[in-house]
């Protein structure tokens, strides 16, 4: 029997060198050995950015062809976007029906994310009721496994407590998915934050190299180092997590020795990264110019993938009506 993936991306910003190391490398291992679906997140995305749409499709456009570029691969896995597919909407609607709001009230990112986000109003039902439309979103293809990182692990089992309570009033339509831990190093953003597009501190998969060369010459590093004679600390400089990322296992060794003696400076360690960063990313922006060449080839995929994904979603919802009794 095959194991099925799923994973979704909001389509909230240009997609940033931390998504493609904590998500998009992950999803590519995975295409290799599991059937996947994989889709653009777009009605999340109205979650928080309600009152100010314009850019929702641009984005969903541009993370799309990231992903292309940066390796997943529509031959293998199921690519798509949410709002193509109603049943998504359906099925979070007979959620809506069953879920306590209590269970909402308690997940974390909500009280978190108000308090976060103080120049936006959350205080929707949309924002409230995320949860029950990510549940909808997973279960509705019956995963066995989902990707999240530790941070996303509640959602997963709010999902999981969605689809037993479903089962229990019914009867058993939904598997119990399991979760694929996500591990990667932390990225930092070029201002020595997490990397974040609320930060403003990206590097972006769609930054051309003399823009990425031109971000790293920004980049903070050791606080301490403020002269070039000084001895600097690998262990606290952004720069150097960069080259445990990007560079040889001897380039990283004579990085930390010359960084602590001082016979290198930042400028010479920046230009080190940034040199092996495009010898790494060359190809994937090759790849992203050929696709912007031919933008139908986007689209066909996109619909491709809505056919395959429409088909699972159409017998889940039947399975789903027939429980109910409102078939």
């Known amino acids: 029997m095959t194991t099925r993936v799923l994973s979704g991306m909001q389509?909230?910003?240009?997609?940033?060198?931390?998504?493609?190391?904590?998500?998009?490398?992950?999803?590519?291992?995975?295409q290799t050995q599991y059937e996947c679906y994989f889709f653009v997140a777009d009605w999340h995305a109205m979650s928080t950015n309600y009152a100010d749409t314009s850019r929702i499709k641009e984005f969903t456009q541009e993370l799309l062809i990231d992903w292309l570029a940066a390796g997943i691969d529509p031959d293998r896995a199921t690519v798509f976007v949410q709002s193509g597919i109603p049943e998504h909407a359906i099925l979070h609607l007979l959620f809506s029906m069953i879920v306590p709001v209590p269970w909402l009230e308690r997940n974390p990112t909500y009280k978190e994310k108000q308090d976060e986000i103080k120049e936006k109003d959350l205080s929707t039902y949309g924002f409230?009721?995320?949860?029950?439309?990510?549940?909808?979103?997973?279960?509705?293809?019956?995963?066995?496994?989902?990707?999240?990182?530790?941070?996303?692990?509640?959602?997963?089992e709010l999902t999981r407590e969605i689809g037993r309570r479903f089962n229990n009033l019914y009867s058993p339509v939904f598997p119990e998915p399991k979760e694929h831990l996500t591990q990667f190093p932390k990225v930092m953003g070029t201002d020595g934050r997490k990397m974040s597009k609320s930060y403003g501190n990206t590097i972006n998969l769609s930054d051309t190299e003399p823009v990425v060369r031109?971000?790293?010459?920004?980049?903070?590093?050791?606080?301490?180092?403020?002269?070039?004679?000084?001895?600097?600390?690998?262990?606290?400089?952004?720069v150097f997590d960069f080259h445990k990322i990007y560079s040889s296992a001897d380039v990283i060794k004579q990085v930390d020795r010359d960084c602590r003696t001082a016979a290198i400076g930042c400028i010479d360690c920046k230009q080190q990264v940034a040199d092996a960063m495009v010898e790494r990313y060359g190809p994937m922006w090759d790849k992203r110019a050929t696709i912007l060449q031919h933008p139908e080839q986007t689209q066909e995929m996109v619909e491709e993938g809505r056919k395959r994904a429409s088909h699972v979603a159409h017998e889940t919802?039947?399975?789903?009506?027939?429980?109910?009794k409102i078939l």
């Open 11 to 30: 389509p909230s910003g240009l997609m940033h060198l931390g998504n493609l190391l904590g998500a998009l490398e992950n999803w590519k291992s995975l």
């Open 214 to 238: 031109k971000k790293l010459k920004t980049m903070v590093t050791d606080p301490a180092r403020v002269r070039r004679t000084d001895k600097g600390n690998p262990d606290v400089c952004p």
């Open 317 to 324: 919802m039947q399975e789903v009506k027939t429980a109910m």
């Open 128 to 156: 409230l009721g995320y949860p029950v439309l990510q549940a909808a979103d997973i279960l509705l293809y019956k995963p066995d496994i989902v990707p999240v990182g530790k941070d996303q692990l509640p959602h997963l």
